[in-house]
């Protein structure tokens, strides 16, 4: 058993805990709160487990001994069981169930990163989708393990211009999308192993990161941003063992700041003297390359247009961080320019008769 939480709030839920079996790896995913408590957990296991599969032999998890304990306790209360249950308690997890757990923590934030508001709507589908290929250790899917086959979904034909069709295909995408994150976090889980099996690195607050682009999918298109590192930005606390809080800039409100430690690289900075950090890559908006405004310094009007002088961020060199700019290069620097105005509103504006 484990809990993943501070996740974008859906239908009133920020976690997902996460069960799986031992032998199957077989994994259920449950929507939840992050104040859930052992009774709460012992209700969800009797209404997605027990009704299923019955009685685990032992139960595992890394919140600790005390909730394994009460969490059995509640369970048999629940069942109205005796407390001497055959369930053992274990609560750390073995390191294949560890491993396990990595994958589908990795995967379940990748996933999250599509659906930022509507996870919990397609939460069952990422749990097919997991449950339905291969496993390295069992060389067979979760699926065929407990049921001895493969559940058959590619033969169903829907016609598409219905709103059964319409949810059809977007289950397909979504199936696609989540197969193939659980594919990347399975590779980016054994790349960290083969670093002579070294731990993931460790964040402190303060320490400064650049953000994989891939982790903001759900605002972003794909295909411009492959390979290309956002940032960078501060690490303001950390959530769990595998994922960490950001200081992201006021314009992305939208995009849930916890993300997956496989998503950041520490920023290096040179000991060299007159060597300069890298300027940051481009934010892409609208599929377009924007770079982050610090503030505008100055405007004039040439040749019946106005212009701004922009100081960009992240830029070291004095050549690179102020640029002058016409107004159609600053259309979603809406509070920077009037922030600007504001301070000296008797500079050339939108609103300056042209000569």
Same mark, same amino acid.
């Given at each position: 058993?484990?809990?993943?939480? $501070?996740?974008?709030?859906?239908?009133?839920?920020?976690?997902?805990?996460?069960?799986?079996?031992?032998?199957? !790896?077989?994994?259920?995913?449950?929507?939840?709160?992050?104040?859930?408590?052992?009774?709460?957990?012992?209700?969800?296991?009797?209404?997605?487990?027990?009704?299923?599969?019955?009685?685990?032999?032992?139960?595992?998890?890394?919140?600790?001994?005390?909730?394994?304990?009460?969490?059995?306790?509640?369970?048999?209360?629940?069942?109205?069981?005796?407390?001497?249950?055959?369930?053992?308690?274990?609560?750390?997890?073995?390191?294949?169930?560890?491993?396990?757990?990595?994958?589908?923590? $990795?995967?379940?934030?990748?996933?999250?990163?599509?659906?930022?508001?509507?996870?919990?709507?397609?939460?069952?589908?990422?749990?097919?989708?997991?449950?339905?290929?291969?496993?390295?250790?069992?060389? $067979?899917?979760?699926?065929?393990?407990?049921?001895?086959?493969?559940?058959?979904?590619?033969?169903?034909?829907?016609?598409?211009?219905?709103?059964?069709?319409?949810?059809?295909?977007?289950?397909?995408?979504?199936?696609?999308?989540?197969?193939?994150?659980?594919?990347?976090?399975?590779?980016?889980?054994?790349?960290?192993?083969?670093?002579?099996?070294?731990?993931?690195?460790?964040?402190?607050?303060?320490?400064?990161?650049?953000?994989?682009?891939?982790?903001?999918?759900?605002?972003?298109?794909?295909?411009?941003?492959?390979?290309?590192?956002?940032?960078?930005?501060?690490?303001?606390?950390?959530?769990?063992?595998?994922?960490?809080?950001?200081?992201?800039?006021?314009?992305?409100?939208?995009?849930?700041?916890?993300?997956?430690?496989?998503?950041?690289?520490?920023? !290096?900075?040179?000991?060299?003297?007159?060597?300069?950090?890298?300027?940051?890559?481009?934010?892409?908006?609208?599929?377009?390359?924007?770079?982050?405004?610090? $503030?505008?310094?100055?405007?004039?009007?040439?040749?019946?247009?106005?212009?701004?002088?922009?100081?960009?961020?992240?830029?070291?060199?004095?050549?690179?961080?102020?640029?002058?700019?016409?107004?159609?290069?600053?259309?979603?620097?809406?509070?920077?320019?009037?922030?600007?105005?504001?301070?000296?509103?008797?500079?050339?504006?939108?609103?300056?008769?042209?000569?």
């Amino acid at each position: 058993m484990d809990l993943i939480t $501070q996740l974008p709030l859906s239908n009133s839920f920020d976690s997902i805990l996460v069960i799986v079996d031992r032998f199957s !790896k077989m994994a259920i995913f449950i929507p939840t709160m992050s104040s859930i408590t052992s009774l709460d957990s012992a209700h969800l296991f009797i209404k997605h487990i027990f009704s299923k599969h019955g009685l685990p032999s032992s139960i595992a998890s890394d919140r600790g001994s005390l909730f394994v304990s009460s969490f059995r306790t509640n369970l048999c209360q629940q069942l109205k069981i005796s407390r001497d249950m055959s369930t053992a308690d274990h609560p750390k997890t073995d390191g294949q169930t560890e491993r396990v757990n990595q994958i589908l923590d $990795q995967y379940l934030w990748m996933y999250i990163s599509y659906h930022q508001d509507d996870w919990n709507t397609w939460l069952p589908l990422d749990e097919f989708a997991y449950n339905s290929s291969d496993h390295s250790s069992t060389k $067979q899917s979760p699926f065929f393990t407990v049921y001895g086959r493969d559940p058959n979904f590619d033969s169903v034909h829907i016609t598409q211009d219905t709103p059964a069709g319409n949810l059809s295909t977007k289950i397909q995408s979504v199936q696609r999308d989540v197969k193939r994150e659980l594919e990347v976090a399975i590779n980016r889980l054994k790349r960290y192993a083969d670093k002579s099996r070294a731990s993931p690195p460790v964040f402190n607050p303060g320490d400064m990161v650049w953000l994989s682009s891939k982790s903001i999918k759900s605002t972003i298109p794909t295909k411009k941003l492959s390979e290309r590192w956002l940032g960078t930005f501060p690490i303001l606390k950390k959530v769990s063992t595998h994922a960490y809080h950001l200081k992201l800039p006021s314009q992305w409100k939208s995009i849930h700041p916890v993300f997956h430690i496989s998503f950041l690289e520490p920023v !290096k900075t040179s000991t060299m003297p007159n060597r300069h950090q890298q300027p940051p890559p481009p934010i892409i908006i609208e599929e377009e390359e924007e770079w982050e405004v610090s $503030q505008i310094l100055d405007s004039k009007l040439k040749r019946g247009k106005l212009w701004y002088l922009v100081e960009w961020k992240g830029f070291s060199q004095d050549s690179e961080r102020s640029t002058w700019e016409p107004t159609a290069n600053l259309k979603t620097c809406h509070e920077p320019v009037k922030d600007f105005h504001s301070l000296y509103p008797d500079t050339p504006g939108p609103n300056s008769s042209i000569p």
